[in-house]
Nanobody, 126 residues
Framework: QVQLQESGPGLVKPSQEFSITCTVSGDSITIASRAWTWIRQSPGKGLEWLGA???????HYNPGLRSRTSISRDTAKNQFSLQLRSVTPEDTAVYYCVRNFTYYSGSFVVTAFDYWGQGTQVTVSS
């Protein structure tokens, strides 16, 4: 069974930065067809894709957050991390780490966010 578990800071002051780490069990972050993803949900808003790191280490970012976001990984610990800089109260959200799995079904390519962590609340407040 694939499991993802976030660990984050909880409360962060405006203009500071924070990091969240996701520990993966039951799968490997270096196996093909997987992108390890960060998604957040702010109060009263929908889900927002923040970025991802592929099985080969390539990273992809939401263009609107690219300048403030970094995603990295530690393959020895089977973990990947999100760093968000220069935060504001608008960054208050529940942050989820998610597995994005892609496979072929006949002539179709199917991609699914199939395993989610429980989410970690990050509140930006002075």
């Amino acid at each position: 069974q694939v499991q993802l578990q976030e660990s984050g800071p909880g409360l962060v002051k405006p203009s500071q930065e924070f990091s969240i780490t996701c520990t993966v069990s039951g799968d490997s972050i270096t196996i093909a067809s997987r992108a390890w993803t960060w998604i957040r949900q702010s109060p009263g808003k929908g889900l927002e894709w923040l970025g991802a790191i592929d099985d080969d280490g390539r990273t992809h970012y939401n263009p609107g957050l690219r300048s403030r976001t970094s995603i990295s990984r530690d393959t020895a610990k089977n973990q990947f991390s999100l760093q968000l800089r220069s935060v504001t109260p608008e960054d208050t959200a529940v942050y989820y780490c998610v597995r994005n799995f892609t496979y072929y079904s006949g002539s179709f390519v199917v991609t699914a966010f199939d395993y989610w962590g429980q989410g970690t609340q990050v509140t930006v407040s002075s």
